[in-house]
């Protein structure tokens, strides 16, 4: 679904990510796993067309994007949930989730959202400040949802959530992925990731350096403790 390869990025005169591979195939959860500074939101946002100046090639369903506008990228069938989440204050939840357009068939009607993310229908008239953390990254990724995008781009979705609300989470990725989206993840939270994902790859200085199937992390942790510092 999604091929990255040889992706240079830089921000003005700083080289960020160096040569960096990775793919992720249709129905998959694939997380991009290493240090603070090592590239990872960075890979997101060049992804999405959010940097200056990047080089290489992101082929999404064998289209070609690397010098797409964002606009564009989004419409191809790409979402992405930042970091911050990105959720309007002065809005409330309903308008927040509709805010975005749809941009293909598919996509998870506002019932089924309410049904994934019961906390959201509770707060459906609530304004995006009286929003918990938790409330809001829910949310930030529901109206992905609706959109009919089929490539979810997550960035440390867990980051500042307490123990219950990463659960709940979890539980969600889960059932979107059985629901036939395809998930990039960038999380520092490890063990989290390593209950969803298919395969991990670990990023240092802007490069991949190792591909890891879910199913041979335990013969790789002492490598991932050094690496990570997890």
């Given amino acids: 679904m999604l091929e990255v390869r040889g992706l240079n990025t830089w921000y003005d005169e700083s080289h960020v990510l160096h040569g960096l591979d ?133 960035d440390e979705p867990t980051e500042g959530l307490a123990p219950v609300i990463v659960q709940q989470i979890g539980l969600m990725i889960a059932e979107i992925k059985r629901r036939g989206f395809t998930v990039l993840l960038v999380e520092q939270n490890f063990r989290f990731a390593s209950k969803l994902a298919d395969r991990h790859y670990v990023v240092e200085h802007g490069q991949v350096v190792d591909m890891i199937p879910n199913d041979q992390l335990a013969a790789k942790m002492d490598d991932l403790h050094r690496r990570l510092g997890i």
């Fill in 22 to 154: 990775f793919e992720v195939r249709e129905g998959e959860v694939v997380t991009l796993l290493g240090r603070n500074g090592a590239g990872k939101t960075t890979a997101l946002k060049s992804i999405m067309g959010l940097v200056p100046r990047r080089e290489g090639s992101i082929k999404f369903r064998g289209a070609e994007l690397i010098n797409a506008r964002p606009d564009k990228v989004g419409r191809a069938g790409i979402g992405f949930c930042p970091e911050e989440r990105g959720i309007f204050a002065g809005l409330n939840v309903t308008e927040n989730l509709f805010l975005p357009p749809v941009v293909a068939p598919g996509g998870m009607s506002v019932e089924d959202i309410f049904i994934l993310f019961p906390n959201l229908k509770e707060r459906a008239k609530s304004p995006g400040t009286k929003l918990s953390g938790g409330e809001q990254q829910m949310l930030a990724i529901a109206r992905i949802l609706r959109t009919g995008a089929k490539l979810l781009l997550l």
